[in-house]
Every structure is written in structure tokens, then in C-alpha cells.
T-cell receptor, first 116, second 113 residues
């Protein structure tokens, strides 16, 4: 099954600073990649997904991610952090399971803290 | 607001109790999922239903019993759980397709005493 690795379990930035959350995938075929955000005591909300139509993907709340095949990466960025961005972020890949069906497999998550 | 509704939001049950978690979506999605999420961990897949048929069971213990009565509803029946089963249980739905994102509910916070 395909997998994703998120580098850095915690990232802390100042309000207004660049946000960079790292995700690398393991795949020899084109992966189907997603970024989700989880606020405390809530479910997961889709930020964006890679569709192969464009390497730079724009999502909600000012986030974007760039697919780099040469680096097997799909890092999430935002030019200017807001306090409301503090949350847990998960990179995910649509994996082919042993049954031949697909399901999402998540990275370990990165907790983003935004300092005033 | 989420388009996938889960009830109850919180559940406390003893190890001898029988309870059920419920999930409902009206987006016309034909794939529905149960994930389990422990504190500070990513969600882990438990079950997948496709067109109301169980298509993936990730070696989940039999004390968890899923049910998909129709295309809009998904249940998770719980019996004889252990304290280590305490977690956030997330329901999700999606359209068919390799690139279809999952839409998640807000989860049920389960505590087993």
C-alpha cells in the first residue's frame, strides 16, 4: 500500500509568517494526495487535493500545495499564518488495499501552533 | 457545518454494555467509512462499505460490528468493549473514484469504563 510521511510532528510559527508543512509520499505510480485539517474536537476537513491537472494546487483558507515528482513531495504552504490556522494537519494518500479497494491512509500529522 | 452527521457526540459505556454509533449523509455518496482515532494519532481505517456492501474490514475485532442499512446510513454496533477502545470514531463518505476526497463527520467521542 502507498504511504505518506510527514516530517515534523510540531511546527510553530509567528502570526503573519510563512507556514510550511512537509509531506513525502512513497509511490512508483501517480499518487492521489490530499491535505486535511482537524480542529480540536472536530472531524477532518479537506483543504485540497492533487488532481494531476496542475502541480500547484490551491485550497481553502489560503493554503496551497506543490506536487514535486522529483522530490516525491507534496508540501503544504500558506504565505501568512493566522491564529485561526492553529490545528492538526494530515497529509493523506488514496491507497489500494489488499482487497483491491481504495481507502485513505494518513500521515502521522503535524500540529501547527501560531504565536501572536 | 458538516454534511456527515454523527450521533451521539459523546458516549460513555461500560465493558458489558451494548451501544451503537450512527452516521448519516445525504450527498448521494455510495462509499462510507469508519475510522478510529486515538489521541494525538492519525485516523486508522476500520471498515469500508461500497454500495451498502462491506468491502474492507481492516482486521477489526468482532466486538465492533458495522451495518449499512441503506445508502445514507451507517451504524457501528459496540459490544463488550475494552478501555483501550476509547477513542474518537469518525464516519466518512465519498463518491466512487480514485481521486474522490472523503467527507468526515465530527465524530463520536467514546469512553469505555
Amino acid at each position: 500500500a502507498q504511504s505518506v510521511t510527514q516530517l515534523g510532528s510540531h511546527v510553530s510559527v509567528s502570526e503573519g509568517a510563512l507556514v510550511l508543512l512537509r509531506c513525502n509520499y512513497s509511490s512508483s505510480v501517480p499518487p492521489y494526495l490530499f491535505w486535511y485539517v482537524q480542529y480540536p474536537n472536530q472531524g477532518l476537513q479537506l483543504l485540497l487535493k492533487y488532481t494531476s491537472a496542475a502541480t500547484l494546487v490551491k485550497g481553502i483558507n489560503g493554503f496551497e500545495a506543490e506536487f514535486k515528482k522529483s522530490e516525491t513531495s507534496f508540501h503544504l504552504t500558506k504565505p501568512s499564518a493566522h491564529m485561526s490556522d492553529a490545528a492538526e494537519y494530515f497529509c493523506a494518500v488514496s491507497s489500494l488495499m489488499d482487497t483491491g479497494r481504495r481507502a485513505l491512509t494518513f500521515g502521522s500529522g503535524t500540529r501547527l501552533q501560531v504565536q501572536p | 457545518d458538516t454534511e456527515v452527521t454523527q450521533t451521539p457526540k459523546h458516549l460513555v459505556m461500560g465493558m458489558t454494555n451494548k451501544k451503537s454509533l450512527k452516521c448519516e449523509q445525504h450527498m448521494g455518496h455510495r462509499a462510507m467509512y469508519w475510522y478510529k482515532q486515538k489521541a494525538k494519532k492519525p485516523p486508522e481505517l476500520m471498515f469500508v462499505y461500497s454500495y451498502e456492501k462491506l468491502s474492507i474490514n481492516e482486521s477489526v475485532p468482532s466486538r465492533f460490528s458495522p451495518e449499512c442499512p441503506n445508502s445514507s446510513l451507517l451504524n457501528l454496533h459496540l459490544h463488550a468493549l475494552q478501555p483501550e477502545d476509547s477513542a474518537l470514531y469518525l464516519c466518512a463518505s465519498s463518491q466512487r473514484g480514485k481521486n474522490s476526497p472523503l467527507h468526515f463527520g465530527n465524530g463520536t467521542r467514546l469512553t469505555v469504563t
